[in-house]
């Protein structure tokens, strides 16, 4: 069975949901994780800390620099990811389709390689 990452797309800098709004939505996003484990389609997922948070590593010669922030500024951000096992692109559409309307924000869906 193929693997496919689905990326959640967040706004960057954008509104935090009012906490009934961000409940009712994590309460969602939990339905079809178990929806996906009681499939055997879950493999892994995770939320992500803001893009500030991160560390660059970049190869300079045979030294690596490190900077702080993300690697190239935006408007989205990745602020979660679910790792899925799936026959095929469809069935792994369909997923990213249930997490879309759990989490209210884009989807992306791309196979390993």
Known sequence: MARYLLTVVEPTGGDVPEPDV?????????EVDREMREAGAWLFAGGLFPPDTATVLRPSGDDVLVTDGPFAEGKEHVGGFTVVAAPDLDAALEWGRKLARATTLPIEVRPFR
């Open 22 to 30: 961000l409940a009712a939505i994590m309460r969602d996003v939990d």
